[in-house]
């Protein structure tokens, strides 16, 4: 009879690497996977790096249903990966504006560039190259390699986590380091057998298809999964318990004061550094930067402030204040209070590089971030529509 594979060890994480050997669940999860999983996406069924790569960077920290648009959008502007390379970044950052996790669309246009100057345009099949590459961690670089080239190599995405941690009964926070390189260990070991017709690619595909259609993060859909006759998490009734998730941290405060400087159908727009929230985005200038504040006080301006902010543009001629937005980020929330304000005079920019005047008529097409974005929209779309509360 077989060993049933135990939970990780309190005291070392992992169990005997003998322990996690087991054939029949990679076929498990092949056989479930031709039969009920994903096959029409529009980056399956092809060994074009490109294609795969850019999906993969898409879906980290995002759902299918999201990237689905933005995938199409992006290459129909970026047809091949030398048209993404040799793209302007701010043309890139437009197209990925409002899919968030900005970071990943200039780390895919750093990584666009080196593979044309490092591999002449062309992927490597090996995941350790392809994970020294700008944007593509262990997990990713081993499904780029798995789809595009069949290579056997174990993936560990947050999917991935929730089925290994269900089935096997992890009792402990996936992202602690310990219990992360254990998972890994167990991974790597539950791969299927090398070979021509090893079926890496369905297994793949299998597991992040279970982690995304069936154990679900809130509603796992047990009676439909192939592991849920070895399942612990379902045998004991804990599968609202795993994983365990990650100890919970007192999310931050913050209050921005934004500018809305318009001025001849136009806006006054600020590039953003490129590292940092927003990084390498436009934005509204900001009169103070993100600072911590009691989110239930009242934000005041300060007229001396808000006049020496817009000093350099040119001299107010009105000013408002509009309905306060509240955007959550990973680790703080901000509260942003937008103040337009419009021009007797402008002045010019005096080769100021981070300002620019936008045609009002084109924010659809900016790279902006999602709130700012909106706001800008619902100003110049329909201006009788924003609702208001004067200074």
């Not at 199409?72 to 043309?91: C, K, S």
């Not at 509204?284 to 402030?305: M, Y």
Request: net charge neutral; proline share 7%.
């Amino acid at each position: 009879m077989k060993r049933l594979l135990h939970p990780l060890s309190p005291a070392t994480g992992a169990a005997p690497l003998e322990d996690y050997v087991d054939p029949t669940f990679s076929a498990t999860v092949i056989d479930w996977q031709q039969q009920h999983g994903r096959h029409a996406l529009p980056w399956q069924n092809t060994r074009d790096a490109y294609l795969i790569w850019l999906s993969e960077i898409m879906l980290q920290q995002t759902q299918v249903t999201a990237v689905l648009g933005y995938y199409a959008r992006f290459l129909e502007r970026f047809p091949t990966l030398r048209d993404l390379a040799g793209a302007p970044v701010e043309d890139v950052m437009a197209q990925w504006s409002g899919l968030g996790y900005y970071t990943r669309a200039r780390n895919l246009h750093k990584c666009a560039q080196r593979v044309v100057a490092e591999y002449d345009g062309v992927f490597p099949s090996d995941p350790l190259l392809l994970a020294d590459l700008p944007g593509i961690g262990r997990s990713t670089a081993a499904a780029i390699s798995a789809f595009s080239s069949g290579t056997r190599a174990a993936i560990m995405d947050g999917n991935v986590k929730r089925v290994f941690a269900r089935t096997f009964g992890i009792d402990a926070y996936p992202g602690e380091k310990r219990v992360e390189e254990a998972m890994w260990r167990r991974a790597e070991a539950l791969l299927p057998a090398a070979g021509i017709d090893s079926g890496i690619e369905a297994y793949t595909q299998g597991l992040m298809d279970l982690g995304a259609t069936l154990c679900t993060r809130s509603s796992p859909d047990c009676p439909r999964c192939p592991l849920q006759p070895r399942c612990v998490a379902y045998a004991t009734g804990r599968t609202k318990e795993l994983p365990v998730r990650k100890p919970k941290k007192t999310s931050p405060e913050k209050h921005a004061v934004m500018l809305v400087i318009i001025d001849d159908g136009q806006v006054l727009l600020e590039q953003r550094p490129g590292s940092g929230i927003w990084g390498g985005l436009l934005s509204l200038p900001e009169l103070d930067g993100h600072v911590l504040a009691d989110a239930d006080a009242p934000r005041e301006i300060s007229q001396q402030a808000l006049a020496r902010a817009v000093a350099p543009f040119g001299e107010i001629e009105t000013q408002e204040r509009l309905l306060p937005i509240v955007h959550v980020f990973t680790h703080y929330k901000l509260h942003i209070v937008p103040c337009r304000i419009t021009l007797a005079r402008r002045l010019a920019l005096a080769g100021e590089a981070t300002h620019v005047w936008y045609d009002g008529a084109k924010i659809a097409d900016a790279p902006l971030p999602a709130p700012i974005k909106k706001l800008l929209l619902d100003l110049f779309g329909d201006a009788r529509s924003a609702q208001r509360s004067m200074f």
